[in-house]
């Protein structure tokens, strides 16, 4: 008898398996594909299946003195409601988390505020000793200025320095001078610079963001195994057709040609992470030109309807927000394995629904897909085996924890 069975389908070894999960003190006891007994026992409806808990490694959740745009509270309940368990935190925030103390404030609003597991970045900036001391989970650098206007300008210098897995926003700084539109070229010279560093100092690097058909080939001509890339579901979903239509869509790298879009889909089995790119504001910072786009509430589901369409498989949602990130970044304690949480993201694949972002979490009441029917969604988000989210209702309080990164 075991404190909590989950009965259903699940995702195990690339195979949809019918069985059951022992939990107990929110690790999971047993696997199985018979029946368990259990004091509570959660049972799926047909179409439902548990995947391992999904993480989104690129997410900006403002706080600090743009808790107008989004916070910590608001945007990790977005996450749960989108199926997401953990998010990586982006750290271009206001002040930015670039030395030691700001990076401590950081992690004691997390202790308090998050409703999902997190990893907490560090920017670099010339400050390899503040890096050192802060122990980040993970490192970002910005090659060119987006967000917050802080940017890298010896490049290699903080990545020699990065003591941890280095996320990268690769656009070329004197390309934006010359060409505020940040035309492919920004992000491909910038990719080129980037892997010519990864060649010479063979330390981890991870490439946010990608959206160019130059920039993929030149990353998957390289095949450095120490390198990795993601790329969003606006990149994917979108083009800069849609962006003429609706201002709306700015975003840092923005939304490319079809041509590029259709690159991204081409390679899409070699895309090692799908990541959000989470980057939320207010209708009238928009208005005003802010870059980003809300995502946490969405890119699950459209993966789930690109599933229903033919065009991806379940299994590579499992492993491009769930496998990779565990890999590129060393966390432990999340493989769908006896004796790792119990944490998992419930999607029904047969169930369809309209996007209505007024009925989202995230401060940003508005989404791209606005309107868009959607086959797929996730119906329930556990976390060391509790129910934190069911049926768009967050549930409980605030009892996220820093995942288990290891940092170096």
């Known amino acids: 008898m075991y404190e909590l069975v989950l009965k259903g389908k699940f995702i195990l070894n690339r195979g ?161 001078q010359g060409n505020p539109e940040r035309p492919p070229e920004a992000e491909v010279r910038a990719i080129e610079l980037g892997l010519s560093a990864a060649k010479k100092l063979k330390k981890p690097l991870n490439i946010c963001h990608v959206s160019t058909h130059g920039g993929i080939k030149a990353i998957l001509q390289e095949d450095l195994p120490w390198v990795n890339f993601e790329v969003t579901p606006h990149h994917l979903f979108l083009t800069k057709k849609d962006y003429e239509k609706n201002p709306l869509l700015k975003v840092y790298p923005p939304l490319r040609e079809e041509s590029d879009r259709r690159a991204l889909w081409e390679n899409f089995s070699k895309i090692p992470i799908i990541a959000s790119d989470h980057a939320p504001h207010t209708i009238e910072d928009k208005e005003k030109g802010s870059a980003g786009i809300p995502g946490l509430e969405t890119e699950v589901a459209l993966l789930l309807d690109a599933v229903n369409r033919g065009l991806i498989s379940v299994f590579d949602v499992v492993e491009k927000m769930h496998e990779n990130p565990l890999r590129v970044f060393g966390i432990i304690g999340r493989d769908f394995e006896v004796g790792n949480e119990a944490t998992f993201t419930v999607v029904d694949l047969r169930k369809e629904w309209t996007v209505k972002p007024e009925e989202f979490y995230t401060k940003a009441k508005w989404s791209p897909w606005e309107g868009r029917k959607l086959k797929g969604k996730v119906v329930m988000t556990v976390l060391r085996g509790r129910v934190v989210m069911e049926d768009d209702e967050i549930v409980g309080k605030p009892e996220g924890v820093r995942l288990n990164v290891q940092r170096g």
């Open 16 to 176: 949809i398996i019918e069985g059951s999960i022992g939990i107990e003190d929110g690790l999971i006891k047993r696997i199985s594909i018979g029946s368990l007994e259990g004091d509570a026992v959660i049972s799926l409806d047909r179409g439902q299946v548990f995947l391992p808990g999904l993480i989104d490694t690129h997410v900006h959740l403002r706080d600090f003195e743009e808790k107008k745009k989004e916070n910590v509270e608001s945007g990790t309940k977005a996450a749960l409601h989108g199926g997401i368990t953990a998010i990586f935190d982006m750290p271009n925030t206001t002040p930015p988390v670039i030395d030691s103390m700001t990076f401590e404030k950081r992690l004691k609003l997390f202790r308090r505020k998050a409703y999902t597991d997190y990893a907490l970045g560090f920017l670099m900036k010339s400050n390899c000793n503040e890096a050192k001391k802060a122990k980040a989970d993970f490192y970002k650098a910005f090659m060119g200025a987006s967000t917050g206007g802080i940017y890298s300008e010896n490049f290699e210098v903080d990545y020699a320095c990065s003591p941890g897995v280095l996320s990268i926003h690769a656009e070329d700084p004197k390309i934006i």
